[in-house]
């Protein structure tokens, strides 16, 4: 696929053509079909999409952590600062997680060693990268916790003795230890209460300008996608069908998955007496339907869907879309 | 026109169409590309056929027991493969022989620790509480001496024959079943088809028997043939220091002891006992390690 | 005769921990009428799951009556109140660990018509057991599947299919679809609607997700560490919401929208503990406009305007 190149210049990360299956004696699981994605310095992209739909795949293989020996790096690069992870040696990869690439996901009681303390954890990753002595790290992660809001006399604490919200947070101290200039954050706020999780996200907000820091969000969530993101990747069935920022797809969307996933979502404002959900089922990643994958599901399907994956189309500098609807026209076929 | 197409009002003819997916397969598939599971099963079938047909394989009276002093310690050849005892006996047939005690006694005695020790840990696990605390510490009791020692202790007080060396043995076993059983239990008590169950108005046997025990087979099946091997050892010990089975009956430990003065010139009289316990003991354990494997959900898709 | 169908009165469930007693539901009141939607929201700590359990008994309260068809159930012997399991069932949260991995989907659906023995037939227990599937939309091909061959939205099916096994008048739905992804939550939730109208059910909806709840529920109640602090119809509660903590909560929900986004109220700290709670009110430490007397006594549930009940000193005057 040719990407448009805007602007290569100091992009933080660059996936190009990634593919990445996992392969068991049974079967092949295609679990990331040709991504391309690029996250500008400073930029904030969202990875929208349902369960299964490679979201997390494609994170892990930023870091080089796709679990083998199923996991397969099939094709592609990804260009972190301009340099290829999927060519880097241990050593070299060792170097780079925690201090250029931190990520945190899902779930911070497990996220977090049950016997080290708090203070211990941040400045761990500190003592690695930094070269510093451990009473300096310890410094250092004291001033973490109370960027993030936890007051630094409870370094000494176990994970044990804090909430839900607050490890979190600890988490988030760990990952930005040593200002990383990507952050990856996997549903980071999924298992928090709402009102914890106005927190967080504000919290992520306020420290990504303080230290400048490219991102890439992935959720479920479009409200937090509004929340936090400047731009926007739609995934499903391990392809990116749209992409745009903010204004292309909250206002401007193309893609019939797109509008099914807006569609699908309770809307406070307005009680509808239905909801409309998206027909069918998410497809079998073993077994992905001919042609376009959404197909089966599309209100809009036509012949060429079934038969062939539709190209990539760009509908302006920041817009691009996979389906058949925009071969001829730039115009909303929705 | 008429419809001739008859309709299935019958249960049996719905699952005639709608075939049920065994679970058997499943795991039988899961267990059959560990292969050392199944050189351990193998190998445990093997014996346990040399054990029903042992009469047919080699005479007990003849060979086994009787005594034929011309014929001692004489190395393993065409006549005796295995060689014969300090008595004139054929080791091979000793062996084959033995095999019948060391597997009724173990299995029989992992059956009663099953059955007593089984019933108490999942009543424990199931109300918790105070009966927990109460048959739990009961068993404490009991684990606070080791396997042998109680098993001596009965053994010593009751006479040692067939019927109280497998209560004894069964016994010093029932605790340890008692805690595998009652961990399962509490494990799958505290999933939600459990309360489920309850919701839909299931009683509390009925909880027990449908919902709780058969998802607990999976830990028992494992610690069942890993048990039956310490009890294989077990008896082999207790023979071994006398107090098991006494001769002239053919038991591997009591083969070892009496073997042991002559160890140094001919040691394929107690080889070929050593060599049948680790043989029955390691078939066993691989058994053991290819069911949990095979049985352990995590490690499916 | 009247048309409500369930009253629960000062419902309270304490469990004894080694620091004191934990006051999970600590008096709780409301009522809901044949037919409509009760929603019960609230966060993590509230004690909305402990409730449903407890208005099921399936954890025996602590203190205070169920009235369920005019018959209190908390005061049903343990036989009478197996019976009356008929008319009150529950939805789980977690489709996986909600289905008893061995058993086939034919096999959990029927399980209650046989335990409370409604169709001795065998034939005819399985036709119903279709009948349900079908009203359900699992097609008929799945009845010998395991749980684990399915996905999550199919195996929420199993279980709303099994809970109206029975012809229950009264289900909780306790998360039905919090584990489902969205496209699938908008099916189930349909789903659920559709059948309520069809069987005349009435519903108590349990779910943290305000969005969801706005569209499923006619009134909606909030928890705060085990008291029932507002409670309203849906409309009035999201276009009028009183209690401070009512009005954190729907400004914390994240709007999927890039304009005209509304502002959000950001609560202080964190939640307090639920054990040996004080008599005060329990939102005070966190609350934007607490005033002395907040910090004295508790608040009690107050009619503001008709159906609408606010428990604070401050704005239920």
Not at chain 2, 196 to 220: S, Y
Not at chain 3, 36 to 56: D, F, N, P, Y
């Amino acid at each position: 696929m040719d990407i448009k190149k805007v602007n290569i210049e100091g992009n933080t990360l660059e996936i190009r053509n990634l593919v990445i299956e996992y392969v068991s004696d049974d079967e092949v699981v295609k679990a990331v079909n040709n991504v391309n994605i690029i996250i500008g310095s400073g930029k904030t992209l969202g990875l929208v999409g349902e369960t299964g739909a490679g979201k997390t795949t494609t994170a892990l293989s930023i870091l080089n952590l796709v679990p083998g020996p199923q996991g397969k790096i099939v094709s592609g690069e990804v260009l972190l600062e301009g340099k290829n992870v999927l060519t880097m040696s241990e050593h070299e990869l060792e170097e780079l997680r925690g201090d250029k690439v931190a990520m945190i996901f899902q779930d911070p009681m497990t996220s977090l060693n049950p016997v080290l303390t708090v203070g211990d954890q941040i400045a761990e990753g500190l003592e690695i990268h930094r070269k510093i002595s451990k009473k300096e790290a310890l410094k250092q992660a004291k001033e973490m916790l109370e960027l993030v809001g936890i007051p630094a006399d409870r370094a000494g604490e176990y994970p044990y003795q804090f909430s839900g919200g607050m490890k979190q947070r600890v988490v988030i101290a760990i990952a930005l230890a040593c200002s990383p200039d990507l952050l990856i954050a996997d549903e980071p706020t999924t298992a928090l209460d709402v009102t914890i999780q106005a927190q967080v996200l504000l919290l992520i907000n306020k420290l990504k300008k303080k230290y400048h820091m490219s991102m890439l969000m992935i959720t479920h969530d479009l409200g937090i996608v509004a929340e936090v993101c400047d731009e926007v990747s739609v995934v499903y069935a391990g392809h990116i069908i749209e992409h745009g920022t903010l204004e292309d797809i909250f206002d401007n969307l193309r893609h019939p998955y797109t509008k099914g996933l807006f569609d699908a979502l309770p809307n406070i404002e307005a009680r509808r007496s239905e909801l409309k959900p998206i027909k069918g089922l998410m497809p079998d990643p073993t077994n992905l339907p001919s042609g376009c994958p959404f197909h089966p599901r599309c209100d809009y399907v036509m012949d060429v869907c079934t038969k062939v994956l539709p190209e990539n189309k760009w509908l302006s500098d920041t817009h691009r879309v996979q389906c058949h609807l925009y071969k001829d026209t730039n115009n909303s076929m929705l | 026109m008429e419809d001739t197409a008859k309709k299935i009002t019958t249960k049996k003819e719905f699952f005639k169409q709608y075939k049920k997916k065994s679970r058997l397969q499943e795991i039988w598939k899961m267990f059959l590309k560990n292969k050392l599971a199944v050189i351990g099963l193998i190998i445990f079938i093997i014996i346990v056929l040399v054990a029903i047909t042992a009469p047919l394989i080699a005479n007990y009276d003849n060979e086994a027991i009787k005594i034929n002093v011309p014929n001692r310690l004489k190395s393993p050849n065409s006549e005796h493969i295995l060689g014969t005892d300090e008595l004139g006996r054929d080791i091979f047939a000793r062996i084959v022989h033995g095999s019948r005690i060391s597997l009724i006694v173990g299995l029989s005695s992992v059956a009663v620790a099953l059955f007593i020790g089984g019933a108490f840990g999942a009543i424990a696990g199931f109300f918790g509480g105070t009966v927990d605390n109460i048959i739990m510490r009961c068993m404490d009791v009991f684990l606070c001496l080791p396997d042998v020692l109680l098993a001596l202790a009965i053994l010593a007080a009751f006479g040692t024959n067939l019927v109280n060396m497998t209560i004894a043995i069964g016994l010093s076993f029932t605790p340890k079943f008692s805690r595998v059983v009652r961990s399962a239990v509490m494990t799958v008590r505290g999933i939600e088809y459990v309360e489920a169950a309850r919701a839909i108005g299931a009683t509390n046997v009925q909880i027990i028997t449908k919902h709780i025990l058969i998802n607990c087979i999976g830990p028992i099946i494992v610690q069942v043939t890993l048990y039956v091997a310490s009890a294989i050892l077990t008896i082999s010990s207790l023979s071994f220091i006398g107090l098991g089975i006494q001769a002239p009956i053919p038991e591997w430990g009591n083969m070892l002891a009496s073997g042991r003065a002559f160890m140094r010139d001919h040691a394929y009289i107690v080889m070929a006992p050593g060599l049948a316990i680790f043989i029955t003991i390691l078939s066993l354990n691989l058994l053991g390690d290819g069911l949990r494997d095979a049985l352990d959900p995590r490690l499916k898709q | 005769m009247s048309n409500t169908l369930l009253e629960v009165k000062d419902l309270k469930k304490y469990y004894k921990v080694p620091k004191g007693m934990l006051h999970a539901v600590d008096g709780v009141s409301f009522s809901i009428e044949k037919g409509k939607t009760l929603g019960v929201v609230g966060e993590s700590g509230c004690g909305k799951t402990t409730l449903g359990r407890a208005i099921l008994r399936l954890v025996e309260p602590t203190s205070g009556s169920v009235i369920f068809d005019d018959i209190d159930v908390i005061k049903l012997n343990r036989k009478k109140m197996r019976d009356m399991r008929k008319d009150m069932q529950l939805i789980f949260q977690d489709p996986f660990s909600s289905l008893n991995p061995r058993k086939t989907i034919a096999q959990t659906i029927e399980e209650p018509i046989v335990l409370a023995n409604m169709i001795p037939n065998k034939d005819e227990r399985f036709m119903r057991v279709l009948e349900l599937m079908k009203t359900v939309g699992l097609a008929e091909r799945l009845i010998n599947t395991f749980p684990h061959e399915l996905d999550g939205g199919r195996r929420q099916r199993i279980g709303i299919a099994r809970a109206l096994a029975m012809n229950p008048k009264f289900i909780i739905c306790d998360e039905p679809v919090s584990a489902l992804d969205v496209s699938i939550q908008a099916q189930i939730l349909n789903l659920m609607k559709k059948i309520q109208r069809e069987m005349g059910l009435t519903y108590i909806f349990i779910t943290h997700d305000l969005s969801v709840v706005n569209h499923f529920s006619d009134d909606i109640a909030v928890m705060y560490l085990g008291r029932l602090i507002e409670k309203a119809p849906s409309e009035t509660l999201f276009l009028n919401p009183v209690h401070p903590y009512t009005k954190a909560l729907l400004s914390a929900i994240p709007v999927p929208r890039i304009h005209n986004r509304p502002q959000r109220i950001l609560l202080r700290g964190e939640i307090t503990s639920p054990i040996n709670p004080e008599p005060v009110c329990r939102f005070v430490n966190r609350c934007n406009y607490a005033e002395p007397i907040c910090s004295k006594e508790e608040p009690i549930l107050r009619e503001i305007e008709p159906n609408h009940f606010v428990a604070c000193h401050i704005f239920a005057k």
